[in-house]
């Protein structure tokens, strides 16, 4: 028999409209789902109720050929506990056709105990004013249109997701999952957080401030061909004692030169690329293996165990060791 333990539910809203983006609705709504499960399988009532939540009742198309039906309208009155407002590919337009969703987030946001606004949703909060001030993420394509369109806002396309206060915000897509396990993990505890991750076969949670781009991605959205083809040499080579002075020598040309037309190209410079190579190989390591931490930093062209540390610590804000356990449940 189930334990009735009504205080520990939480009901969360997840909030969508016309061509609002599937997987944002679907990741956190299967990751509550799974740790209902969970919580069943271990005698015990499901943590979460999820609605689905729009202006209208009914069918909502969203940008795939799936359909959501909303089962409950916008309401001021019978909040709940948590509410994800959803994001779309056209958000600037979405925005001006879904002003009845952006007054009703500024009336209620502050009144629940978590709003968050997944990827390009955060223009719903960010059109309230109530993120003035505030640090805010989003999809990094739109990060500097959200910038330009609401400046009093300190975007940060550097984190997968932020919470300022109650006020959540997620960066790309699939950044709405890491979002969802973090409520669990806050919820529920650490434990229930890894079986749900494990069931989906991912890492338990991307921490917050870990960035939206690795070096493989950034790698490949480089159209320079001379540029790809030395990050390309770096991937292949990690292991090995790369400089940037290294770097503009595989490329034929002077340093100076070369690091002005990598973070051209690029977006970042040579060292900061160089370092997130390093951070990647580690992670696929301590995730896939039992490697001593020393023989880690050693394939992966780190110097020291202590500098992959303090390297890991800048860019994933937790160390290889917390990164290790996250992952692995050890």
């Keep these: 028999m189930l334990r009735s333990d009504t205080a520990t539910r939480r009901t969360i809203d997840i909030v969508i409209y016309p061509e609002f983006k599937s997987f944002e609705a679907i990741g956190p709504m299967t990751v509550f ?14 943590g979460y109720e999820v609605r689905i939540v729009s202006t209208q009742l009914g069918p909502i198309p969203s940008d795939t050929l799936m359909s959501l039906t909303a089962t409950h309208t916008l309401d001021d009155e019978s909040l709940p506990h948590s509410i994800l407002v959803v994001g779309a590919h056209e958000i600037e337009r979405i925005i001006e056709e879904q002003s009845e969703i952006v007054a009703w987030t500024k009336r209620v946001a502050l009144s629940v105990e978590r709003f968050a606004a997944l990827c390009s949703g955060a223009f719903f909060l960010a059109a ?51 979002l969802a396990l973090a409520f669990v ?18 890492f338990l949670k991307r921490p917050g401030g870990q960035s939206q781009f690795s070096a493989n991605l950034t790698s490949q959205m480089t159209q320079a061909s001379g540029m790809r083809a030395v990050q390309e040499w770096v991937l292949n080579n990690i292991d090995q004692k790369i400089s940037v002075s290294l770097m503009a020598n595989h490329a034929s040309m002077s340093l100076r030169n070369f690091t002005r037309t990598f973070h051209k190209e690029v977006g970042v410079c040579p060292s900061e690329f160089l370092e997130k190579a390093r951070v990647d190989k580690a992670r696929r390591l301590l995730s896939e293996s039992g490697l001593p931490m020393k023989s880690v930093a050693f394939k992966c062209g780190f110097a020291t165990t202590d500098q992959m540390r303090n390297i890991f610590k800048k860019h994933l804000s937790v160390t290889p060791k917390q990164y290790q356990e996250r992952f692995l449940g050890t």
């Design 33 to 46: 789902t799974y740790a209902n499960k969970h919580l069943e399988a271990q005698g015990k009532a499901p």
């Design 128 to 178: 309230t004013g109530l993120l003035d001030g505030k640090r805010a993420t989003t999809h990094w394509r739109m990060a500097e249109v959200m910038q330009q369109n609401y400046p009093g806002i300190q975007v940060d396309i550097d984190s997968i997701f932020i919470h300022e206060g109650n006020l959540w915000t997620s960066a790309g897509v699939s950044a709405s999952v890491d």
């Design 185 to 202: 993990e806050a919820d529920f505890g650490h434990d229930l957080a890894l079986q749900v991750a494990q069931d989906l076969v991912i």
